[in-house]
């Protein structure tokens, strides 16, 4: 995957609570068998009319000034439903590498983060802070430093973030998961011999 | 989610508790842990990129033996499908040919379209006895929670991890916070595992269990069925918690006695005495305890695009007005806008185009016969398409010696062969926009069933009784 280190870009407001995986990518459009290609249905019920097919110009991805975004301030609970990791695939498809919100689901958290793409959870009011700097269309520029745990908002205020140690450490180096673990075979495998010992029957 | 918790090193302990530590492989200086996976179920949405992976770093299925494959999400319900080869949708033919394809290639069990065994992972995990107390159990799939009716820790994880535990057997992950979910009370005549569930999601909401674990405790849950437990269990993630559990006992051990994949012999004996060590000891600490009795409550319906906006079949649609809430209102109000439906109507006068019985929360043999009790005798009305989809073709066949297709056939009802189908309207089966279903699925968000579709989600016998009379309805007022 793509390192993650400092974002500079356009940040769209999206103030929808809850807004799950089906609203980011329905599951007709999970007939793929890539990881790639996803970024043109993104949001699909959102930025398209579901009888006409034409673009909604209300929603924020379709106006001009957030077209390029590649940061998302949305609103809480983002990524709830499904584990499908298109979502990320589709963010990631068509730009975003970074979402900001006041808290997400937990698989697609996990998900996110196993593509490169930085979550950030904030408190409520640094939500308000952020999703006004948004408000400001092609202005609406912020800086996300993930080294130095800041977003730089779009009026030059920072907000420091959390970021779990381990996430954080394969962001920035862009790490494989499975290669991390495989590097911990003798105790996967001495695990493996303890267990086909006590429970016979998981071996059948 | 970053959680910071203390797990107890000693004392009392959780069922929780219990089955992280037990497959602890390794831990980090920073809490993040290595878990062991015992148990994976592959179907062919979120899997073909896995398997693309393991061939691109020359990677092997560690365990093959220890996956069970299933097309399921993208499949035909039309009666006498044929094979995987007859599916007449180009992309759909090719997933599954990917999916059977892979199974071969790196030696995981596969069941065809083709198997009577074939039907939605989270129905026949449980039926071939994959599934098992205190296992660790994953699937690319959010409703992955339901086995943990069995007392199994078993969540949705995505594809890279999908990937990952074919690799390796493995998953990194942080402990979950302990949520008990204590129910009281007994539930009244019309009233079922759906409807205790959507009270739930409703009392703690959709991201109420965010970071958490959920074990089910109390009167109403043991008195539940297994395929009532599977219910409840199944929604956990709708309250936004991974992974539901509920205690194994002697209604556990007696559903899974000689189900093809579970310890036989001397080995069942050894199975239960570990079995019977799972449930959570007295004393042990919960980060989270909700209450609820079920007693009093009414037959469950949504109005909303949340599984937690939810009502009592006789109360009418909430007004975004009385909420004081910005956020909240802001989203009633989208949600009433999409769904077309005015504050004040009573829910009882919603008019239905289609019924939907089925999907991984409602559709084993339970709930089969609870919407044959309603159909029995009566008429689908003449305004409304409806459709009963068994979850596996176990199901089905018991179904049909049990004469239930008959009833549902002369009632009007659409018997359908088994798989995901109209829950997430991948395989045709689907509302057109604009289009209102009463569903035993788990999820009403905007176009969950079709672009524009709108979505109430009910239990099988309130399913059965709106298909009768074309509109939400209170099945109560059909077992007087």
Known sequence: MDKFTKLTAVAAPLPIVNCDTDKIIPARFLKTLTRTGLGKNLFDPLRFDPKTGEENPDFVLNKPAYRNAEILVAGHNFGCGSSREHAPWALLDYGIRCVISTDFADIFYNNSSKNGILLIKVTPGELEKLMDGAERGANATMTVDLENQEITNSDGKKIKFEVDPFKKHCLLNGLDDIGLTLQKENSISSYEEKQKASEPWLYA | MIVEREMAVSGPQTLFDKIWKSHLVDEQEDGTCLIYIDRQLIHEITSAQAFDGL????????????????????????????????????????????????????????????????????????????????????????????????????????????????ATQTLIQRPAKNMRITVNGSLPRGCTAKDLVLAIIGKIGTAGGTGHVIEYAGPAIEELSMEGRMTVCNMTIEAGARAGLVAPDEKTFEYLKGRPQCPKGGQWEAALERWNQLPSDNGAKYDTEVKLDVSEIVPQVTWGTSPEDEIGISGNVPDPADVTDANRRSAMERSLEYMNLKPGTKMTDIEVDKVFIGSCTNSRIEDMRAAAEIAKGRSVAPTVYAMVVPGSGLVKMQAEEEGLDKIFTEAGFHWREPGCSMCLAMNGDMLLPGERSASTSNRNFEGRQGPGGRTHLVSPMMAAAAAITGHLTDVRDFLK
């Open chain 2, 55 to 166: 061939r691109q770093s020359g990677r092997k299925a560690r365990r093959p033996e220890a996956n069970l494959c299933v097309p399921d999400h993208n499949v035909p319900t039309t009666p006498g499908r044929g094979g995987t080869e007859e599916i007449e949708d180009d992309e759909s033919r090719i997933q599954l040919e990917v999916l059977e394809n892979n199974a071969a290639e790196f030696g995981l069990p596969y069941i065809s379209i083709n198997d009577e065994r074939q039907g939605i992972v989270h129905v026949i995990g449980p039926e071939q006895g994959f599934t098992q107390p205190g296992v660790t159990l994953v699937c690319g799939d959010s409703h992955t929670a339901t086995h943990g009716a069995f007392g199994a820790l078993a969540f949705g994880v995505g594809t890279s991890e999908v990937e990952h535990v074919l």
